[in-house]
């Protein structure tokens, strides 16, 4: 079968892969229609996402069809639509018996530290992965792992009813968190450094407080203005970006909390006396989705809670990755989603 492989940094090439024969035990075998571009695909094809490595196939973000199945699997069937929780666990480890898969010490995430879903043909996944969406598109599925990130995210803020929640980088999983804080009771602002983005906040999805990021801090100004004084109960940084977490804290009103659910490899500093130990803040991290998000989030597309249509505003063919894929990497192009059309 044909299948895109991040052969090095910016470097995309197309490859034949064999085809399993047929599914092993607990596996079913899967084709992918749709695959949805993320920061995480960005960022492994300019080289900057540390736990990816080179010849690799990308793709966990995929509405993907169920083709056959194992004589033991029971969660799908063939002919099912699915969205593809990409987190491949062990379901025996201290931490998944826990109750968080998502971060089990041996997780391995499909298309980031193995093979992924941007192929024609039938690959093998493990069925308790696949969570099931008949009445949802292919492109509605494939948004549903990015939108997971986003839900979990909140889940770990826990904001409540009249609490404020700052939303830092209103990228991809930016806008998830915005699409669930919608639906609670709650003030939400969102600030980003990018103007038109912060536009698409407001005409799209309705968030009428945004910040935008000025150089000379006065942002924290802005936001001292509309929150009364009081600053953010919550502050979800979702930037991946060194700088941002490290000053987010003074975001935080006093005994708020702040969420890291984007990603860097950098060192972080902040000051601890005159403001993370003084506000008594608590910093929690969040790390892909948890197994019970999915069905969750598909079920609030299907009745019609969250409208992906807004979401993708640029889509590839297939056999276009190789050629246009690097101008998705372009701010300028402004993309929110990208859409992979594979078979």
Known sequence: MQAIQFAAPKEIVIIDLPEPLAPGPGEALVRTHRMGVCGTDLSCYLGKFPFFAYPRTPGHELGLEVVAV????????PGDKCALEPYVNDPASRTSQHGFPNCCPGVQVIGVHGNGGLRRGLFAVPARKLHPGNELSYEQLALVETLAIGYHAVQRANPQTGETVLVIGAGPIGLACLEFLKLLKVTTIVMDRVRSRLEFC?????????LEFQPDGSHLAALEHLTGGQLADVVIDATGNAQSMSTCFEYAAFSGRVVYVGITTAALTFPHAAVFHRRELTLLASRNALPQDFPKIIGLIRDGSINTAHWIT??????????????????????????????
């Not at 194992?70 to 799908?76: K, M, P, Q, S």
């Not at 056999?319 to 059309?341: M, Q, R, S």
């Open 70 to 77: 194992a004589a033991d699997v029971t969660e799908v069937q």
């Open 202 to 210: 407001q005409h799209r999805l309705g968030i009428q407080q945004v």
């Open 314 to 343: 640029h889509r590839l063919r297939f056999d276009e990755v190789p050629t246009e894929f690097d101008k998705l990497t372009d701010p300028a192009l402004g993309v929110i989603k990208a859409i992979i059309e594979v078979n």
